[in-house]
């Protein structure tokens, strides 16, 4: 006669065999932080070899990045530097930017300053891994999301700093505000 249970009495339960799941997990994740740490070292090797073979190759590819990310901001301060050397560019940079009128609450007053600046003003230069790499004092700083301050202390004139709204991204050609500038005189 058949038997209406299940249970069997704990007869003929299989045995589990081979490693239990934590050791199976264990095991994984050692493996993952086996080929990390490899990748580290072979990344950290792989880059001192390239800098000890080719130093000023490695220098100059590191600047050519750097000149290559800040181009943008540095082309768009050269333009307002440009405009700040003479009278017609301070009234267009002027009417183009009406965030200035909060230091400069009227035109003229914006071009009374100019005047005092614009004759030891020297213009922008281009960018080159000589201009990053001299003496010139430029500094980017840029607020996530936010403002853009480009500095520029040339060797002979006035330090220049000009805020922008925003900073470039890739592909945005849209002009940008200006919300202030700054000129000090040259210190000796």
């Given amino acids: 006669m058949a ?29 993952v932080a086996v080929l990390a740490l ?14 000890k073979k080719d130093p000023d190759g490695f220098k100059n590819q590191v600047l050519g990045f750097a000149i290559d990310r800040i181009r943008p901001e540095w082309e768009d301060f050269r333009a307002v530097v440009e405009q700040l050397r003479t009278e017609q560019g301070c009234k267009a940079l002027y009417a183009a930017n009406p965030d200035l009128a909060a230091t400069w609450p009227k035109e003229s007053d914006f071009l009374e300053a100019a005047k005092a600046w614009q004759p030891g003003l020297p213009p922008a230069p281009e960018l080159t891994p000589e201009l990053l790499q001299g003496h010139q004092g430029i500094q980017i700083n840029s607020q996530f999301g936010g403002k853009l301050r480009v500095s520029w202390r040339p060797k002979d004139g006035p330090s220049v700093t ?14 940008r505000r200006v919300l202030e500038v700054e000129v000090h005189p040259a210190s000796n």
């Fill in 3 to 31: 038997d209406s249970s299940w249970d069997n009495g704990g007869y003929g339960k299989p045995t589990k065999v081979g490693m239990p799941t934590w050791a199976k997990v264990l095991l994984g994740c050692g493996v």
């Fill in 38 to 51: 490899a990748t580290c070292v072979g990344g950290v090797t792989y880059l001192a070899h390239r800098v």
């Fill in 162 to 175: 000009v805020t922008f709204d925003r900073a470039r991204k890739p592909g945005d050609t849209a002009p």
